[in-house]
């Protein structure tokens, strides 16, 4: 039986776009729905475009109630007979009651070498730390941010003269391989991490 996969976003979802075009006949996997935190995410546009179903869970219409907000996207996950998660771009933070319900189940991407760069504005600060190599992780989701096991690693050179921009869009292209990549394996059952270098 092919594991049913679900993504979450909260922008673009090229992540998104290149998990669902992996996930080809012999693929373990199957992609089953997408979810987007945003309402005007591009990448439910493009999820449609793939034929994928796709709904909105509006973290704003739940204001601070962070609970409400977790229990109507575990609803829409659970419906959609969800084995595994992947996190694309998705600008929430999961609190532990939901990740544990999942663990072992959702996977993250990250545009760092992490355990360096948890958090956000990963490439600023590479650039501003003078490294000479940046790249993305996919890892488990736990309840600790950014800090579950490491699943996949691809290495790319900062160059001369980078800005922050620049350095985004070759790790977000490397990004693009890495994942489908990773993905392949788990949905095996497969957790050793891919490194790439
Ligand atoms: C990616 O760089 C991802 O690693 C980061 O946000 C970006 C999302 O891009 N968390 P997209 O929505 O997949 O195009």
Redesign the pocket.
């Known amino acids: 039986m092919k594991k049913r996969v679900a993504i979450l976003?909260?922008?673009?979802?090229?992540?998104?776009a290149a998990l669902i075009d992996s996930m080809d006949p012999d693929h373990p996997a199957r992609p089953v729905l997408v979810v987007s935190n945003v309402p005007e995410a591009k990448?439910l546009l493009r999820a449609a475009e793939r034929g994928v179903p796709a709904a909105v869970v509006d973290h704003r219409r739940f204001g601070r109630d962070r609970a409400a907000f977790e229990t109507a996207l575990a609803d829409v996950l659970a419906e959609a007979g969800t084995d595994i998660i992947c996190m694309?771009?998705f600008?929430r933070i999961l609190g532990a009651g939901f990740v544990r319900r999942w663990q072992g189940r959702i996977l993250n991407?990250?545009?760092s070498l992490l355990p360096k760069y948890r958090g956000l504005d990963t490439h600023a600060r590479a650039i501003a730390a003078r490294d000479t190599e940046a790249g993305?992780t996919v890892h488990e989701v736990t309840p600790d941010l950014d800090a579950g096991p490491i699943l996949g690693q691809a290495r790319v050179p900062v160059l001369p003269g980078d800005t922050p921009e620049a350095l985004?869009a070759r790790?977000?292209e490397m990004?693009h391989s890495l994942y489908p990549a990773v993905l392949r394996r788990f949905a095996t059952g497969d957790t050793r991490p891919i490194l790439w270098s």
């Open positions: 976003i909260s922008g673009g979802g090229s992540n998104m990448g694309a771009g600008m991407i990250h545009p993305c985004a790790v977000l990004e």
